[in-house]
C-alpha cells in the first residue's frame, strides 16, 4: 500500500511518543466504551420499560366513562329560559358498555395507522375458594389476540392460554390469586360478579408479572364467559383496546378515535405519564455524562497535540521550508488526531460491548426481569465511532491549524 | 550574458518590532544560472534577511522577485512551498533534521513531498545523496544519534535530494571544522561547475568566501560591491 509522506510523518510522530498516544487513545477508548455502555442500557431499560407498560396496557383504551353529563350545550342553545334535564350516573342506571361494539371494532381496524383491535369486558369479582374469598377482575378477551397484543405467553408460569378457547368455563388467573387461595392448576374456583350468579370455573392457566397489583387481582377468560358472569348479552363490551402501528401517533390517534366516537379514548402518554418522563430525564442524564466524557477525551488530544506542536516547532519550519505547504502542515496534525480517534474508538467499541455484554449478565431477579436489560443495536456502534472522530478532529482542528500557520522565517532565526 | 537563476529587484524591508527601521534598503541583484555566490557582511548588515527573502519564506518586503524567469513576488503561500520543494534546497546553520526519523527518511521527505519518483527510486536517490557525503553507513541511524558533522551533512544531501536549480545556505559551514568545511566547499564548487546548479550561501567564512565564484559584501541593509 502506498501512504502519503503526510501520513507517514503523522504516524512517526505518533510512534515515536507512545505513551503520549497510548494516553491519548484511552481517554477516547474510555468516552466511546461509556457512550456505547450507557447508550446500550438506556435503550434496554427503556425498551423494557416499553415492554412491561405495553404487555398490561394498550396503546389507546375505548371506553365509556362515567360522567355527570353537562349542560354546556344545551345551555348555548336553549339560553337561561330552558329547565335542563341532567343525568347523574348514580341515580340514573346506564349500561356500562359501548354501543354497538362489534360495529366499533369492525370500523377502527379499517383505520389505517391501527395495527390490532380487539374487544374486552371488564368484570369486578369476588374470588371464592372454600370459605377465602378475594376481590378482582376478570378481562373478558379473545385471547388469541390478546396475546398477539400483549404477549401473555410470556407472562405464563403454568398452563396453556389456549386451553381458555377449548375449556368450557376456563380461567386464567394471576399468580397472587393463585398463592392467596392456594390453588392449582385444574382446580376449581368460584366467581362472583356483582350483577351474575355465581359461577365455578376451572384453571387451566397461571400468570405472573412483574406488577404485584396486576397478579393479585386479575384472571382472563374467554369473553362470553364474562358476559355471562355479568349476565349481559353478547353485545356487552366494555372496553375497546387498539395498538396503533407507532405508538408515538397514539395521542393523536386517539383524539380521533374520541371525535369518532364519542367515547374516551385513553391512549398510554396519559396512562402512563411518569414512564414518558422517566424517558426523558435518563435521557437528559446520559446525553450529559456522555458530552462529559468525550469532551475530556477531546481535551486530552487537544492538549497532547498543542504540547507536540510547541516540541516540534522548529521541525515544522524546516517542513515548510523543504515545501511543505499549510494544508500539508495541518493534514500531518489532523491525521495524528484522527489515528488517536480511530485507534481509540476501535478499542473503545469492543470494550462498550465487553461491558455490555458482561452488565448484561448481572442478575436482577425482580419479577420478569431476571437480568440487567441491554440492548446491543448496531447503530449505537456506528455512532460511537462517528462521534469519536468528529470529537478526536475537533480537537485536533485547532492545534492543526496552529501548526500550518508557522512561519519558518521566525522560527528559523530565532 | 549567462541565463539568470535568481533576480531581485529593488528589494526594501522593514522590521517593525519595537520600531520600524529598514533593514534592506533597494537592493537589487542578479545571479546567473551555474554561479556560487557568496554574500558577506558584519553580523546584523541584513545578509540573513536578504536570503530569507530570496529564499520565498520570507514574503513582506517591497520590491520584486524573480526566481529562473518567473516572478514569484506576490504568489500564494502554498504556490512559494511548492517552488521552495522543487527549486531551492537549503542548509541551514544547524541541521535540523528531524529526530525521530532515520537520516535516509531525513533526505527522503523532500522528494517523497514532491511525490515526482516513486518510493523505492527515491530511496536509491537518498543513498546516493548520502555516500555523496560519506555519511551512507549511517543511513538507517536515528538522526539525533549522529555527531554534529554527520548530521550537518545528512542535512545538506537532503538539501540536494531534489536536484534543486539553487541551494542557499545561511552559515551553511558554520558548526564545521576545517576539514568538513573542505569537503562541503568542494562539494558545492562541483555542484556548480558540473551540474550548472546555483549556490547562494551567507557566511562568515572568508576563506570559504574568497574561494567562491563571486563575493558580495553587504553593510547596512545594501549592497557595497557586487564582486564583479
Known amino acids: 500500500m502506498k501512504i502519503s509522506v503526510n501520513t507517514e510523518i503523522a504516524l512517526t510522530y505518533l510512534s515515536a511518543r507512545k505513551k503520549q498516544t497510548a494516553v491519548a487513545s484511552l481517554g477516547v477508548m474510555f468516552g466511546i466504551s461509556m457512550f456505547i455502555f450507557m447508550q446500550s442500557l438506556m435503550k434496554g431499560t427503556n425498551d423494557y420499560f416499553e415492554k412491561m407498560s405495553f404487555n398490561s396496557t394498550p396503546h389507546i383504551r375505548l371506553y365509556s366513562e362515567n360522567k355527570v353529563a353537562d349542560n354546556h350545550i344545551l345551555k348555548g342553545f336553549l339560553k337561561d329560559s330552558s329547565v335542563k334535564m341532567l343525568t347523574n350516573p348514580k341515580q340514573l342506571i346506564q349500561t356500562q358498555g359501548l354501543n354497538n361494539p362489534y360495529g366499533l371494532v369492525k370500523e377502527i381496524s379499517k383505520y389505517p395507522r391501527v395495527a390490532n383491535v380487539t374487544p374486552q369486558v371488564t368484570a369486578m369479582v369476588i374470588y371464592t375458594s372454600g370459605s377465602v374469598q378475594i376481590n378482582g377482575n376478570v378481562a373478558g378477551v379473545d385471547i388469541d389476540q390478546e396475546n398477539k397484543m400483549f404477549d401473555v405467553q410470556s407472562n405464563m408460569v403454568a398452563g396453556n392460554l389456549h386451553d381458555l378457547n377449548r375449556v368450557n368455563n376456563g380461567l386464567l388467573i394471576g399468580k397472587g390469586v393463585a398463592d392467596k387461595l392456594s390453588l392449582h392448576l385444574g382446580d376449581n374456583i368460584t366467581v362472583t360478579s356483582g350483577t351474575g350468579s355465581p359461577t365455578i370455573m376451572r384453571i387451566v392457566g397461571i400468570f405472573a408479572t412483574t406488577i404485584k397489583q396486576i397478579d393479585e387481582t386479575k384472571s382472563y377468560a374467554n369473553i362470553v364467559q364474562a358476559q355471562n358472569l355479568l349476565g349481559k348479552d353478547r353485545s356487552y363490551v366494555t372496553d375497546i383496546k387498539i395498538n396503533v402501528k407507532d405508538y408515538n401517533s397514539a395521542p393523536s390517534v386517539a383524539k380521533d378515535l374520541e371525535t369518532l366516537t364519542g367515547y374516551k379514548a385513553e391512549d398510554w402518554v396519559q396512562a402512563n405519564e411518569q414512564i414518558k418522563a422517566a424517558f426523558k430525564i435518563r435521557a437528559v442524564i446520559l446525553n450529559s455524562v456522555i458530552g462529559v466524557l468525550l469532551l475530556v477525551a477531546g481535551f486530552g488530544i487537544y492538549n497532547i497535540l498543542n504540547m507536540t506542536i510547541y516540541e516540534k516547532i522548529k521541525e515544522i519550519a524546516i517542513l515548510k521550508a523543504q515545501g511543505f505547504s499549510g494544508p500539508s502542515v495541518t493534514s500531518i496534525f489532523l491525521q495524528q488526531a484522527l489515528f488517536i480517534g480511530l485507534l481509540g474508538g476501535l478499542i473503545g467499541v469492543s470494550f462498550g460491548y465487553l461491558i455490555t455484554l458482561m452488565v448484561s449478565h448481572i442478575y436482577i431477579g425482580a419479577g420478569t426481569l431476571k437480568y440487567l436489560p441491554m440492548s446491543f443495536y448496531t447503530p449505537h456502534y456506528i455512532e460511537a465511532i462517528i462521534f469519536g472522530i468528529l470529537t478526536t478532529v475537533a480537537a485536533g482542528f485547532f492545534p492543526a491549524r496552529k501548526a500550518s500557520k508557522v512561519d519558518p522565517v521566525t522560527i528559523i532565526r530565532g | ?228
Do not use: W
Not at chain 2, 96 to 105: A, H, N, W
Not at chain 2, 171 to 192: C, M, R
Open chain 2, 1 to 228: 550574458m549567462a541565463e539568470s537563476a535568481l533576480k531581485a529587484t529593488n528589494i526594501t524591508k522593514y522590521f517593525h518590532d519595537p520600531v520600524t527601521i529598514p533593514v534592506l534598503k533597494n537592493i537589487s541583484l542578479d545571479v546567473h544560472k551555474g554561479e556560487f555566490v557568496s554574500i558577506v557582511g558584519k553580523s546584523g548588515c541584513g545578509k540573513s534577511t536578504l536570503l530569507y527573502v530570496l529564499s520565498t519564506m520570507d514574503t513582506d518586503y517591497e520590491g520584486s522577485l524573480d526566481i529562473n524567469g518567473t516572478l514569484v513576488t506576490g504568489k500564494s503561500l502554498n504556490a512559494l512551498a511548492k517552488i521552495r520543494n522543487a527549486s531551492i534546497g537549503f542548509v541551514f546553520q544547524f541541521h535540523y533534521l528531524l529526530p525521530d526519523f532515520t537520516c535516509l527518511k531525513n533526505v527522503m521527505i523532500p522528494a517523497l513531498r514532491l511525490g515526482k519518483l516513486s518510493y523505492k527510486e527515491v530511496e536509491e536517490k537518498a543513498y546516493e545523496k548520502l555516500k555523496m557525503f560519506g555519511v551512507e553507513d549511517q543511513a538507517l541511524k536515528r538522526a539525533d544519534k549522529l555527531s554534529g558533522g554527520q548530521q550537518q551533512r545528512v542535512a545538506i544531501a537532503r538539501a540536494l535530494i531534489n536536484d534543486p536549480a539553487i541551494i542557499m545556505g545561511d552559515e551553511p559551514t558554520g558548526n564545521l571544522d576545517s576539514k568538513n568545511t573542505g569537503i562541503v566547499f568542494d562539494l558545492f564548487q562541483k555542484l556548480s561547475k558540473e551540474f550548472g546548479q546555483t549556490l547562494i550561501t551567507v557566511t562568515h567564512d572568508e576563506d570559504f568566501a574568497r574561494r567562491s565564484d563571486r563575493i558580495i559584501e553587504m553593510a547596512d541593509g545594501e549592497i557595497k560591491s557586487h564582486g564583479k
